[in-house]
DNA sequence: ACACTACGCTACGTAGCGTATCGAAAATTA
DNA sequence: TAATTTTCGATACGCTACGTAGCGTAGTGT
């Protein structure tokens, strides 16, 4: 996003200081393009570079794999996905949700994380280091969410996060592989319940911050 | 591609009557040996032939991709994916999950699934006539489950069943496809239980959550 | 025996990968 | 401005796998 002021990024920035640079937004915007025109199939790294006027060998000096790329992306698009400390579990939860369907549906962040996804499964070295940290990451806001939700009695005490997690987050990316089924609000919102009315306290409203 | 009867190669069947014939088990044989010990990643057209000792020609003319290939392994690993009928639906579902993750676990059912999920996402003109019939297949067995339990009063009336699927199978999945957590049948009770409590009827006998 | 058909083999053209080399361009320093 | 340092662009190469074509051969039914 910001190029020219040598704020480091991951993997996008060069770390030295003497010689030319490239532009990170072009390969990123060719990269995106053909992701969203054309599909995970036609984003090659030849086809990066022609489009993008990179020579492939700076592509590769930057971004050693696609899949590195389509990392890039897809964590410049789904930036924005903050805790929206709604006040309680559910809210939290759709809004998340929400957020999470738009950007999957709209953005680059779709065909970027499928990708990525069907990428892992069948280059075997990026298993291991791509998903290990990945799925984490992708885990880290709504276990946030659940504990916080746990620690101020709105689920059970004995609630496995990583269960709800695994059953909500499991749906929407399975219906996002098979597409079997449409992607909503409503789709979200009955899953949520679902899965929540299982862990549910059984206990009044908490009182300690008095909504 | 089938002169004889509309039927289709899919199945690897030879339809014809004359002329030499391959053993379709020396193809599938050597590609599931392939995908158990290398992974769908060295699973080449090549590769198989190399090893069947089949022509690369002969492969193509009955499988004309590599997904198809994989189809028809996960086909015959999963034919003993039967209705357990076991009376109520709890037991019906665990009995079903085992199945299902011994076979992933276990069997060649495992990779090939996580191989066609992924083929589907990259190349693009398999993700619809593979997946939409094949995701259906999938559901099968468990929304006749669903249904039964709905029909003599297990469930909720209103019950989504689909929804009820994307949560369980979905979950069951995510866990295959990233491999972030364990997948047995402590996790599977619980993700059943999780689920269900949900939809359970109002007749069904009240549940502590300790187990 | 014959006709028919499927198979094996070899070869070919294409796509994309990932790397090596080298000259040129940009940014820093003097 | 000039020199230095570093990166970038262009080209070429070898490699793997794809998918197809042609042709001879081996097996199958009548």
């Known amino acids: 996003m910001n190029p020219k002021t040598g704020n480091p990024t991951l993997t996008g920035e060069s770390g030295s200081l003497r010689g030319r640079r490239i532009t990170r937004e072009k390969a990123l915007t060719a990269a995106a393009r053909i992701l969203l025109e054309e599909g995970y ?11 993008s006027r990179i020579a492939k060998t700076t592509l590769y ?5 696609k899949a590195a790329l389509c990392m890039e992306l897809y ?12 006040g309680n579990v559910k809210s939290d939860l759709r809004a998340i949700a929400d957020t999470v369907v738009r950007l999957q549906t709209r953005t680059v962040a779709g065909p970027a994380l499928l990708g990525l996804i069907a990428e892992a499964q ?22 946030l969410v659940l504990q916080r939700a746990i620690d101020r009695g709105e689920l059970q005490p004995g ?13 929407i990316t399975f219906r996002l592989l098979q597409g079997h089924a449409p992607i909503n609000k409503r789709f979200t919102n009955q899953l949520i319940d679902l899965v929540l009315s299982g862990c549910l306290s059984n206990r009044a409203l908490p009182r300690k911050n008095g909504k």
Do not use: C, H, N, Y
Not at 41 to 51: D, F, H, K, S, Y
């Open 41 to 51: 199939a036609r984003l090659t790294m030849e086809r990066v570079a022609a489009e």
């Open 61 to 65: 000096r930057r971004w050693p794999t």
């Open 75 to 86: 964590l410049e698009a789904t930036r924005d996905l903050r805790d929206p400390r709604t």
């Open 122 to 143: 069948i280059t075997p070295e990026s298993k291991g280091p791509l998903l290990a940290e990945f799925s984490q990451q992708r885990r880290r806001l709504t276990r």
């Open 159 to 171: 609630t496995d996060v990583d269960l709800v997690i695994d059953a909500i987050g499991g749906a």
